[in-house]
């Protein structure tokens, strides 16, 4: 039987990527316990030194209610938050990387932060600041996408 993560294809290889994704977990789990959580770096100039914004609440609204199969239960399928198996027939929500999570251990990440805590999937925000700086960011890296094909091209 393939693992959970065979499955949805995101184990992480990258040491740092491994790091960075269970520190977001952990904070994902301090905030399903209530736990004033610090988001930040306030003073920080670059979005990249902090976490995004919350999620719109539209995009959050948009989420899919998933029933849970007596297949997923049987797997053990787990909500990455809590770590609690999901229970056949209960509702949970499901992001649009296919994600699933309790609603209350979910809806209070988003309410802070706009990505999965499981593989950083950026829900839209209504942050204009933040949006533009996410187009900004998709164009710098093609750029860099660019150079890099460039740069292969030369050396080969
Ligand atoms: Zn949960
Ligand atoms: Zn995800």
Known sequence: MSSYF???DCEPTDPEEQ???NALLELAR???QGLDVDFGFPDAPEWDQRLPPPAAKVSVQGLQLVVISPQQADKGLK???CLLEF???ETVREMP???LFHSGCILPWLGKTNSCPLCRFELVT????YEEF???KDRRRQREHRLEDLHGAMYT
């Open 19 to 21: 790091y960075r994704q």
């Open 30 to 32: 301090s905030l399903m």
């Open 87 to 89: 229970e056949e027939q």
């Open 126 to 129: 209504d942050d204009p600041e």
């Open 134 to 136: 996410k187009k900004d």
């Open 79 to 81: 909500c990455p938050v």
């Open 97 to 99: 990387c296919k994600h």
């Open 6 to 8: 065979d499955e949805h």
